[in-house]
T-cell receptor, first 112, second 116 residues
């Protein structure tokens, strides 16, 4: 069974800091990996999708990397802002046609 | 396009009652997923459809749960004889994979169920 671990579970940083969120998985045979953002009591917003053949994807201040051999993905957030405060989840299907398996998320607080 | 919508946003019910939730996916998205999320956990898969066909059901989906997508557009999730353990956020997602490796799922705002 594929297991997903996100470390740390919670993180608090001052505004302006660069930070890294970690996601590890037990089975390297993943198809792609998605990072999501979830605000309290709300649904999920897709941030980035990395295909298994790619090593990283960038969107604005966000950069996600994927290392299948080590079973790890990281989400790098540059110049953090209070509006970045949310829970960040990583997830992936084992095959393209299967549902997503999620980690428990990292709860980020950016302090002004 | 207004994105994935879910109705109701909140539902409070008494134990033993039946509830039904609705999900309207993004127009022309042929895949529709249901997930359940409890506090402090990531979403867990319940079931999914490709067009009107229900292709997979999780072992989490007991016989009290049923889902339909009769015309391949909106979907309903019904829970019969609700139990307090059913209290959770129920999330719907849809996708239109141009290729399997780029199948991005788009989530709705969720329906929060509280069973008293």
């Amino acid at each position: 069974k594929q297991e997903v671990t996100q470390i740390p579970a919670a993180l608090s940083v001052p505004e302006g800091e660069n930070l890294v969120l970690n996601c590890s998985f037990t089975d390297s045979a993943i198809y792609n990996l998605q990072w999501f953002r979830q605000d309290p009591g709300k649904g999920l917003t897709s941030l980035l999708l990395i295909q298994s053949s790619q090593r990283e994807q960038t969107s604005g201040r966000l950069n996600a990397s994927l290392d299948k051999s080590s079973g790890r993905s990281t989400l790098y957030i540059a110049a953090s802002q209070p509006g970045d405060s949310a829970t960040y989840l990583c997830a992936f299907p084992k095959w393209g046609n299967t549902p997503l398996v999620f980690g428990k998320g990292t709860r980020l607080s950016v302090i002004a | 396009d207004t994105g994935v919508s879910q109705d109701p946003r909140h539902k409070i019910t008494k134990r033993g009652q039946n509830v039904t939730f609705r999900c309207d996916p993004i127009s022309e998205h042929n895949r529709l997923y249901w997930y359940r999320q409890t506090l402090g956990q990531g979403p867990e898969f319940l079931t999914y459809f490709q067009n009107e066909a229900q292709l997979e059901k999780s072992r989490l989906l007991s016989d009290r749960f049923s889902a339909e997508r009769p015309k391949g557009s909106f979907s309903t999730l019904e829970i019969q004889r609700t139990e307090q353990g059913d209290s959770a956020m129920y999330l719907c997602a849809s996708s239109l994979p141009l290729a399997e490796s780029t199948d991005t799922q788009y989530f709705g705002p969720g329906t929060r169920l509280t069973v008293l």
